[in-house]
C-alpha cells in the first residue's frame, strides 16, 4: 500500500467506531479527510450523525461531501472524535498540529468521550519529539513568547531551533488568529513536564503535545491495520 492507500485503510476501521446518532469531532489534515469521504458516504446511505469540525477547512469538506455539522456551542459534549497525529508514541502520547490546527482540535477532542486517531506506520516512535512540536502563541509579543520558550526548554535540557511558522511569504496565521512556533527539538524525553511548562508561559495559547487524550491509535502498514491502546 501507498501512503494515501494507508490513510484510507486506517480511516475504514476508525468508521466502524461510528454509531448511529453519534456526536463526532472530526479532525484535520489528510488522514482525517480520508475519514471524512469515507464517513459521507455512511450518511449518504442513511447514517445520521453531526459533527464538529476541527478546522475551517475540514469543515468546507464536510459541507461539500453532505454531512452535517454544528458547532461546539451547539454541541458541547461529544461521543467520540476521530483524528489523526503527526506523531504517537506507545502511551498514545501524540504531537498534532502540524495542519495548524491543534488549539481547536484540543478543545474539540477534551469535549469528547473518547479520542481515536488514525494514522500510517510512519507515525509511529519510541520518543516523540522528531516531529517538530507545534506551539500555538498570541501574536503580540511573539519575539518575548519565543524567548520564554527557549529558556523553558532549555532547562529541561531540550535544545533546537524554535522558529515561527511560515506560510505564503508570510506568517502562518490560524483559524483562531494566533501563530505557530514550530520546535525542532528532536527528542522529548519528558513529554510530561513540557507540556505543563509551556501551558506557564504567558503567550502560549496551546502546544501540540495532546497526553492522556487518545485512547485507541488504528495504525495502517504494509502488513496491515492494528489498533493500539496505552503500553499494548
Do not use: W
Not at 214 to 231: E, P
Amino acid at each position: 500500500m501507498d501512503a494515501r492507500e494507508m490513510k484510507i485503510e486506517a480511516a475504514a476501521v476508525a468508521l466502524s467506531y461510528v454509531e448511529n446518532g453519534m456526536r463526532l469531532g472530526i479532525g484535520t489534515g489528510s488522514t482525517a479527510e480520508e475519514f471524512v469521504r469515507l464517513l459521507a458516504e455512511r450518511v449518504a446511505d442513511g447514517l445520521s450523525v453531526v459533527g464538529v469540525p476541527t478546522s475551517e477547512r475540514t469543515a468546507r469538506l464536510c459541507v461539500e461531501l453532505g454531512v452535517p455539522l454544528m458547532s461546539l456551542d451547539e454541541l458541547p459534549e461529544l461521543d467520540l472524535t476521530i483524528d489523526g497525529a503527526d506523531e504517537v508514541d506507545s502511551k498514545l502520547r501524540l504531537i498534532k498540529g502540524g495542519g495548524g490546527a491543534l488549539l481547536r482540535e484540543k478543545i474539540v477532542a477534551s469535549a469528547s468521550s473518547r479520542m481515536i486517531v488514525i494514522a500510517d506506520e510512519s507515525k509511529v516512535v519510541e520518543t516523540l519529539g522528531a516531529f517538530k512540536l507545534p506551539i500555538e502563541v498570541n501574536p503580540f509579543g511573539i519575539v518575548t513568547t519565543r524567548l520564554a520558550v527557549e529558556r523553558t526548554a532549555a532547562r529541561l535540557g531540550l535544545t533546537g531551533a524554535i522558529e515561527p511558522r511560515r506560510s505564503g511569504g508570510g506568517i502562518f496565521t490560524t483559524d483562531g488568529g494566533h501563530h505557530i512556533l514550530d520546535a525542532s527539538f528532536g527528542r522529548i524525553p519528558d513529554a510530561e513536564a513540557l507540556a505543563t511548562a509551556l501551558n506557564a508561559i504567558p503567550g502560549v495559547v496551546e502546544q501540540g503535545l495532546f497526553i492522556n487524550m487518545a485512547s485507541i491509535a488504528i495504525i495502517a502498514g504494509a502488513a496491515g491495520v492494528r489498533t493500539l491502546k496505552a503500553d499494548s
